[in-house]
């Protein structure tokens, strides 16, 4: 993880936390990264989570090997990159802290000690002299928190991109990480965390795209260093609320097991028609894999039992996480079951008819509990609706 013999890796894995930000699940952990610069002046780039603090004081005092930072850099403030700035600061009380003026702001929020007066507060544009190399400053505000910035080193060409183009999982588990290994966790990532954000990711990538960047080091993941417009491409189909794939996106919310049934049923249907279909079972998952997939894909075809005359917790609770991650942009078809006063599907398409660019599929399919023979219209209208 070395970027180079003057750029060292002193980042931490953390393979024993269950979820990110209390809510996103990390079977294969996640990476707190940190990195040291040595030049004329020393430079560390953001600190560690509190569960990693010991680890990572001992990796950058053995790296440091007697010499003294005269730089801590902070890009963000969310307590998993910064909660041991007051350790670092402490220890070395001539380092100065580097960060954005909003940053300078919000320091004192963190700590029982103020040490913003310690601290260089830049804008755009700011450039901070280390000798012979230079670190330029670009502000990155709500990517995704207000006080964001990245920092691009000159003489490497590395963007330290902060939050950004960061995945789950923590490097130690992973031999090789390949496009494919980085791609599910870092859209994961992306989509949950910072989904919301996209106009201000895109204006980020523009500032980017003026600069020469030979590798992106970002905060949680692997340094990225070849293929770097693979990376940037999928920011910005994300950043633009785009689909990347042509497919059927089937998530279901079912009790006992009728709406499980049916929805399978209606899958192969949908894969005989030639269609590529995704069912995902919204009880037994993860809303955050839920969410993940809805924005991969073109279209959706979302079910729900009616339950307390409303929308099953599971759906209603998948519905939510798309409205604040500003789901757009896709085609939506609506299935509900009801055993006595189904009302599932209007409900659903309240939500969806808030969405920006939703291309809702008519009909809405009812079921009273198991499909019949008399629902096979339906069932096939709503299929040549879902058509490309």
Known sequence: MDISDRIKYVGCDDTTLDLFEGQYPIPTGVSYNSYIIFDEKIVVMDTVDKRAGDEWLKKIEAALDGKTPDYLVVQHLEPDHSANIAALADKYP???????????????????????????????????????????????????????????EEKEKVLFAADGFGCFGALSLHDKWTEDDWLEEARRYY????????????????????????????????????????????????????????AIFMPYASAHGHTKAEVLRFAEELKEAGETVVPFDLTRNDVSYAVEKAFEYDRMILTSITYDASIYPAAEDFIYHLEIKNYQNRKVGLIE??????????????????????????????????????DQEAFTALMNAMKN
């Not at 230079?134 to 709500?142: D, G, R, S």
């Not at 965390?193 to 990711?201: S, T």
């Not at 980020?204 to 990376?231: C, M, R």
């Not at 006595?340 to 660019?357: L, T």
Request: glycine share 8%.
């Open 191 to 246: 989509l949950n965390i910072v989904g919301k954000y996209g106009a201000q990711v895109l204006q980020l990538l523009n500032k980017a795209a003026g600069l020469d960047i030979a590798k992106i080091a970002p905060l949680h993941g692997p340094v990225l260093t070849e293929d770097l417009g693979f990376y940037i491409g999928k920011y910005q189909v994300w950043a633009s609320y785009e689909p990347e794939e042509s």
């Open 337 to 374: 079951n009801g055993s006595w006063a189904p009302s599932a599907g209007k409900k659903m398409k309240e939500h969806f008819e808030k969405m920006k660019n939703i291309t809702l599929a008519e009909p809405i399919v009812t079921i009273k509990t198991t499909r019949k023979p008399a």
């Open 94 to 152: 001539d380092m100065q802290l580097v960060g954005s003026v909003k940053t300078k702001a919000m320091l004192p929020q963190f700590f029982d000690k103020d040490y913003s007066d310690r601290m260089l507060a830049m804008k755009e544009g700011d450039v901070l002299d280390l000798g012979k190399d230079k670190l330029h400053f670009v502000m990155a505000p709500m990517v995704h928190w207000p006080e964001v910035m990245v920092t691009y």
